[in-house]
């Protein structure tokens, strides 16, 4: 996992994190990817990938950055400050960096 891009944030370890959220990166990529057609939410996304929904909504933000894939993550309201979310992924790249 040596060659993957680091991640962000000021509390960001890589000794201590790297390869806890590469996992849990690859785990929500393989959700979103299998549910392509459908409309989540971070509470689905956190109870599959089993990942706080902050740890969630921080890697669907990841998804977006050129380093992990340039992908695109499509948002809408659902109802009372609830979104949905469904993952776009660029066709450029066989699968997430």
């Excluded at 669907?60 to 979310?85: I, P, Q």
């Amino acid at each position: 996992m040596d060659n993957h891009p680091e991640f962000d944030g000021a509390a960001y370890d890589s000794a201590r994190d790297k390869d806890r959220l590469i996992t849990q990166k690859q785990t929500i990529y393989n959700y979103m990817t299998s549910h392509a057609k459908q409309w989540v939410t971070l509470r689905q996304i956190s109870k599959f990938c089993q990942a706080p929904e902050s740890s969630v909504s921080a890697q669907l933000r990841n998804f977006r950055k050129a380093k992990f894939g340039s992908h695109t993550v499509h948002r809408k309201h659902v109802k009372n400050g609830l979104f949905s979310y469904q993952l776009e992924v660029n066709e450029s790249i066989s699968e997430t960096k």
